[in-house]
């Protein structure tokens, strides 16, 4: 069986959870990593006994190397990613996928013409309780979605923002709030409803003034094209607790909290819980890293599509930046 060769561009927080994923995979190995920061590099390859490069271009010239996996602040994706396809690899992103639509647009092109894959890392699409959610709407049994909400209340000190140069900043993160950690949930939202259309909100930065440029804070409202509204909410200035969706339907209210409860108009209830792991510093990423990752090797291996592409990817950062404007002008942005 072909083994493929990964690299993984960027050695912070999260490089890790794509190391382990890697290593659980019967068809890929982990070939090289790259960190501008040489002994973070050097680090890790001594610990994943694997190539330790310094710089971008020296990995993409890697004829062995057949994926990347950029896992680098937000303003690089677009750039590595690109790059990375015009070499010839095939790449997965770390969400957001790109700081701009304009950016998303390019990548795209670019995976179209090289023929080479891109994908973005929404995990959470994984989750046990997303695939129930996405079954069951296309089952056809909790009938139309009628309203839908959403909130992200997590919390975020000054001393994550301090850690590094990219964060909190408009240049290199993007954003706040809403391109890091609520894009996940933006996602989910629009891979259940359909397609958005028009977005007005606004956003402010409540607790962090003297720390960051961007928001800790947001809320929206988002049309959708069959007519569904959203209401959105996000802030980093409570405290962690789990992300909170809910779908009111016309045969049942859907609501995720942590755990999945759908509560049907006849009466019946239905639980499901997601898989987290145990321990770990991390824990709350989830698993859907692994299978993600593993599904996105499985495409390769496939030759098929792999499913959470660039179209899938830029979905998230329209409604994101449509919220920027939106809340710049004080008036509705169609998307
Ligand atoms: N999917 C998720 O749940 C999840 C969770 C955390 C982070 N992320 C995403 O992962 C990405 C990285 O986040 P992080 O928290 O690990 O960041 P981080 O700051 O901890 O790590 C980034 C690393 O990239 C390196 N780097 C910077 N420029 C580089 C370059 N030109 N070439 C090579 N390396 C370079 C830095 O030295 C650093 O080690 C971001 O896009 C973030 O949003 C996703």
Same mark, same amino acid.
């Given at each position: 069986?072909?083994?493929?060769?990964?690299?993984?561009?960027?050695?912070?927080?999260?490089?890790?959870?794509?190391?382990?994923?890697?290593?659980? &995979?019967?068809?890929?190995?982990?070939?090289?990593? %790259?960190?501008?920061?040489? %002994?973070?590099?050097? @680090?890790?390859?001594?610990? #994943?006994?694997?190539?330790? #490069?310094?710089?971008?271009? /020296?990995?993409?010239? /890697?004829?062995?190397? @057949?994926?990347?996996?950029?896992?680098?602040?937000?303003?690089?994706?677009?750039?590595?990613?690109?790059?990375?396809?015009?070499?010839?690899?095939?790449?997965?992103?770390?969400?957001?996928?790109?700081?701009?639509?304009?950016?998303?647009?390019?990548?795209?092109?670019?995976? /179209?013409?090289?023929?080479?894959?891109?994908?973005?890392?929404?995990?959470?699409?994984?989750?046990?309780?997303?695939?129930?959610?996405?079954?069951? &709407?296309?089952?056809? +049994? %909790?009938?139309?979605?009628?309203?839908?909400?959403?909130?992200?209340?997590?919390?975020?000190?000054?001393?994550?923002?301090?850690?590094?140069?990219?964060?909190?900043?408009?240049?290199? *993160?993007?954003?706040?709030?809403?391109?890091?950690?609520?894009?996940?949930? &933006? /996602?989910?939202?629009?891979?259940?409803?359909?397609?958005?259309?028009?977005? +007005?909100?606004?956003?402010?930065?409540?607790?962090?003034?003297?720390?960051?440029?961007? *928001?800790?804070?947001? *809320?929206?409202?988002?049309?959708?094209?069959?007519?569904?509204?959203?209401?959105?909410?996000?802030?980093?200035?409570?405290?962690?607790?789990?992300?909170?969706?809910?779908?009111?339907?016309?045969?049942?209210?859907? +609501?995720?909290?942590?755990?999945?409860?759908?509560?049907?108009?006849?009466?019946?209830?239905?639980?499901?819980? @997601?898989?987290?792991?145990?321990?770990?510093?991390?824990?709350?990423?989830?698993?859907?890293?692994?299978? &993600?990752?593993? @599904?996105?090797?499985?495409?390769?291996?496939?030759?098929?599509?792999?499913?959470?592409?660039?179209?899938?990817?830029? *979905?998230?950062?329209?409604?994101?930046?449509?919220?920027?404007?939106?809340?710049?002008?004080?008036?509705?942005?169609?998307?």
């Amino acid at each position: 069986m072909k083994k493929f060769n990964a690299a993984i561009i960027g050695c912070g927080a999260v490089h890790n959870v794509h190391v382990n994923a890697i290593s659980s &995979l019967n068809n890929t190995q982990l070939c090289a990593v %790259a960190d501008t920061d040489t %002994a973070i590099a050097d @680090d890790a390859a001594r610990r #994943y006994d694997c190539r330790s #490069y310094h710089s971008f271009s /020296d990995v993409i010239a /890697d004829p062995q190397i @057949d994926t990347v996996h950029i896992c680098t602040p937000h303003h690089l994706h677009s750039s590595m990613a690109i790059e990375a396809m015009r070499a010839g690899k095939h790449v997965l992103t770390e969400k957001p996928m790109a700081i701009t639509a304009e950016e998303c647009r390019e990548m795209i092109r670019v995976s /179209d013409q090289s023929g080479r894959q891109l994908g973005v890392c929404f995990q959470n699409r994984y989750n046990t309780t997303s695939i129930f959610i996405k079954e069951l &709407l296309r089952s056809g +049994k %909790a009938g139309h979605i009628l309203a839908a909400k959403a909130s992200v209340t997590w919390l975020r000190k000054a001393d994550y923002y301090l850690q590094s140069d990219w964060r909190g900043t408009w240049e290199k *993160e993007g954003g706040g709030i809403m391109i890091n950690q609520a894009i996940h949930t &933006l /996602d989910l939202l629009q891979w259940f409803i359909g397609n958005p259309v028009r977005i +007005k909100g606004t956003i402010d930065n409540r607790m962090l003034g003297d720390v960051i440029e961007v *928001e800790d804070t947001a *809320e929206a409202t988002i049309i959708f094209e069959n007519g569904i509204h959203a209401f959105f909410y996000a802030t980093n200035s409570y405290h962690d607790s789990p992300v909170e969706l809910e779908l009111v339907c016309e045969n049942a209210v859907i +609501k995720l909290s942590g755990a999945l409860t759908i509560q049907y108009s006849n009466g019946d209830t239905e639980n499901v819980r @997601d898989v987290h792991p145990k321990t770990g510093e991390k824990a709350y990423y989830g698993v859907g890293h692994i299978s &993600l990752i593993d @599904d996105f090797y499985s495409s390769l291996a496939q030759g098929r599509p792999f499913p959470t592409d660039g179209r899938q990817g830029i *979905e998230a950062v329209r409604l994101v930046r449509g919220l920027y404007s939106s809340s710049r002008s004080g008036k509705w942005i169609d998307l």
